[in-house]
């Protein structure tokens, strides 16, 4: 056996040392470690110190985090500075305040661009440092932070959170602190969390949900993103509802190209662009939505073009966007124009939008002025409108702050149709007034989401009036990255509506479940049953669907 050599050991030093260890664990064993969970880690809220803010509600501050409260009470834009994945910073943000994991975060901030809320996702930092830098350099912003940092940084100030400020009683931005195995320093798990802390060392998980920015840009940077899915169906007896005349077949979906770029502090430009596949194999490019956005605060923003009308929560919140929505296709009352739609889901012309906070309630308005339908429902009139009359729009949503999942919202359509002489247009028809109700309910807690929307469409002419509706219901339920969902939805069309002669009676159900198998990309499997009435030769038929679709963001 090989001898150990070194100085001579000290035992009764190695005891004592042994002594204290024991102790010391015993104590920890007895009631040491107890206490010890229960200690917190607070965290700061903190903006620049020539911001007046002081304080917070904790429901503001979840507002401004998920971009729905923009600017300050003082007019100026917040500048929201986000802390890196995996930090602590970004585990009680997503815990306390979003409610939300990293992969629902990213989603969030893609849904928010695609509606055209924001132009760009909020900046992140890769370390405390460097978020805190930002602070002080821009009156605009706020950021969260571990309390020991902001506590010792000049030209900063701490805002209370619902009356109190970090280590007070009931402040409620903390985190369970890690047990301290280590109090006099024997180098265990404590040491090294206190070690990581003073380095500020990175890791090795980035945030793409954001990116920080430094120096200057000659031109404003255009940010470009898409949509697009591929997918398999297979139709039984698909002669009344469906485009496709195959009943087994892979399909490429649309190419849907969005850019944004942020053209100064209230000044925004948005551009959708969607490559469609047609049946003889060609693509065609529609220009979807071009948008000019001028923003006064959050209570009134002007957009200017081409945009999705808010009739409704579906239109506006997904359109083109696959892989936002759920499920697989839109419901029926929701097709688009070309697609035998009954709805006016695109107009061109003008939109004035805003949102009022109170301690309770946020309520979004809107009100949207433009060319209305022509003579038949597609296309969309882009440069011409026929008749003086424009259509108008107003939509109300309303969020109980106390019941931050749900969203109840309703508008009101109003259009003047000019007649349609020519059966190679449409179908023909006198002068009709329209008017479209719409009423809508959404509610979100645990994974669980229910969506549904009823629509009402009134046609009156010189002769009988019309009234055709459509609703649909969806419920799904996400557990971790498998959501099952199911859907039940009816169209009926007024047998005396000439508008909407050649469209048919629908109801369909339909059970699914989608598989988010990365940040990015979805597959969806699909079952639906429609029983469908042709009003015309008042034949009724079945058309069963099984699809299974690919769809991914980029």
Known sequence: MAELHGPPMNHTLLGTRLLVVTLVTMAHASGGLARAQQELEHFAVIVNAGNPQNELSLNALRLIYLGQQRYWGSGKGIELVLNRAGSDEKKLLLSKVYDMTEAQ????????????????????YPSRETALQAVVRDPRAIALLHSTVAQGAASLKILRIDGRLPGQDGYPLTLQQAMRLDPIGLGGPASAQGARFARQEPEDEADTGGEETEGF??????????????????RDNPAFVSTRESEGAFALGGLDLFLTSRLSERASFLNETVFEPTEDGEYVLDVERVIFK?????????????????????????????????????????????????????????????????????TDYSLELGNGRGPAADPPQITIDANDPKALNLGLTLHPLTLAGLSVGGSWYADSIPGNPDPLIGPVHTALDERIWSASLRYQENGWEALGEYFAIEHESSGPSADSDGYYLQISRQIERWTPYARYEAVSVDDADTF?????????????????????????????????????????????????QLSFAF
Request: hydrophobic letters at 40%; aromatic letters at 12%.
């Open 105 to 124: 975060l990213k989603k969030h901030w893609v849904e928010l661009i695609y509606r055209n809320q924001i132009s760009s996702p909020p900046s992140t």
């Open 500 to 548: 909407f002669a050649d469209l048919d009676d629908l109801e369909r159900w339909l059970l699914g479940v989608r598989w988010d198998f990365g940040d990015w990309s979805a597959l969806k499997l699909q079952y639906a049953h429609a029983d469908v009435t042709d009003d015309a030769s008042g034949t009724q038929g079945d058309e069963d669907e099984l699809e299974l």
């Open 294 to 362: 001028y923003e006064f605060g959050d209570f009134l923003n002007v957009q200017a073009g081409r945009f999705h009308t808010t009739i409704g929560y579906w239109n506006e919140a997904y359109h083109h966007g696959e892989w936002l929505q759920t499920s697989a296709g839109r419901p029926r009352i929701l097709a688009f124009e070309d697609d035998g739609g009954l709805l006016p889901v695109h107009m061109i012309g003008l939109v004035f939008k805003g949102r009022h906070m109170s301690q309770h309630l946020q």
């Open 217 to 234: 840009e000659i031109i404003p940077r255009v940010l470009l993103r898409g949509f697009t899915h591929f997918e398999l169906g297979a």
